[in-house]
């Protein structure tokens, strides 16, 4: 035998040096839940280790984050049922629990970078990302409201906004009331192949933001087509987009490496709340080595050509290569 491929894995300085993936913290998103109130850390109770945080306690969560080097973060806001309305209303009131929770993690941390996300259904009485009408999305007319939202998050001091709606033309109606209001240094990360997917489950408890009525698939993709993302990757790229998503991450490896190839843009991956959870319910089952499995995850959506990950995961990952 010429060809021995164990030769190069037979220790561990040697496997090192032929890695070919490498994770670093400057790779990570990390997600922020945000409640009313003071002085509350609630945890998820579908997602251990995640916790839905009252402003006050939310600067202390992202102060810790920052000291551990993970420095971009997606804060999503838990919006009373009383403050929902049809047209979502309430997510363009700058004065809003966002806009201020926004303002304060500028304030306090200038240099970490905030992904802000675009779509109605934390804010809608619906439970829906674009208007309900007689049972129907109304595509145009949402575009008014993402439009109003993505503005009024960008003038309490967000740096990317992004759009996870799904609503045709909204990268491009978005990027021009931005620009005409003088905002063409925010950023978009564009959803741009968002499935339709069961995974989601455990944010929608996070944010009661699940749909009153019907389900995703007028608007989110069906998870059986992959050449799909390609339409909407070129969309999303003529219409403005400074990064393309793919979302789900881990059923999706497929899609995050078909974008990868044909972009030249960067590509971001949401490892979501239903991929997090079920690592951690079979962890806490002791089925699985939970932080073997959260490196090998993080990885494989690496390997398969994400230059960014938004993951529930980060700061626990943070903590891990610190030991
Ligand atoms: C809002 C939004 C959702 C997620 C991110 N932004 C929920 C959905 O589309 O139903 C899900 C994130 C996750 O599951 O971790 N449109």
Not at 163 to 170: C, E, V
Request: hydrophobic share 40%.
């Amino acid at each position: 035998m010429t060809r021995r491929p164990r030769r190069n894995r037979q220790s561990e300085v040697i496997r090192n040096m032929v890695e070919e993936t490498t994770l670093g913290l400057n790779d990570f998103i990390f997600p922020l839940f945000i409640i009313e109130g003071q002085n509350k850390k609630i945890e998820i109770s579908s997602m251990p280790g995640i916790n839905r945080f009252s402003i006050d306690t939310l600067l202390e969560e992202v102060n810790s984050c920052v000291e551990l080097g993970v420095k971009a973060f997606a804060p999503f806001a838990s919006i009373p049922e009383q403050l929902k309305d049809k047209m979502a209303t309430e997510s363009h009131n700058p004065d809003g629990l966002f806009p201020r929770a926004i303002r304060e993690i500028k304030k306090n941390f200038p240099d970490v970078v905030l992904m802000t996300d675009v779509a109605l259904d934390p804010y809608s009485s619906d439970g829906h990302d674009g208007i309900v009408e007689n049972g129907e999305i109304l595509n145009d007319e949402t575009l008014e409201v993402l439009g109003k939202m993505a503005l009024v998050q960008a003038q309490a001091g967000t740096d990317i906004v992004g759009p996870s709606d799904m609503m045709d033309g909204r990268v491009g109606y978005i990027r021009k009331v931005l620009d005409d209001a003088g905002y063409n240094k925010v950023g978009i990360m564009s959803y741009t192949a968002k499935y339709a997917s069961s995974f989601y489950g455990p944010f929608r408890d996070a944010l009661d933001s699940a749909p009153k009525k019907g389900d995703k698939k007028t608007y989110q993709m069906n998870f059986a087509n992959s050449r799909e993302a390609l339409i909407e990757a070129e969309l999303d790229t003529q219409e403005g987009a400074d990064f393309l998503m793919v979302k789900p991450a881990l059923a999706y490896l497929d899609i995050i490496k078909l974008l990868r190839e044909n972009s030249h843009l960067p590509i971001a991956a949401y490892n979501i709340s239903g991929e997090y959870a079920m690592v951690k319910a079979a962890a806490q089952n002791g089925w699985i080595d939970g932080e073997k499995a959260m490196v090998e995850v993080l990885t494989s959506i690496k390997r398969a050509g994400a230059d960014v990950i938004l993951t529930y995961f980060a700061k626990e990952y943070a903590q891990f290569i610190r030991r």
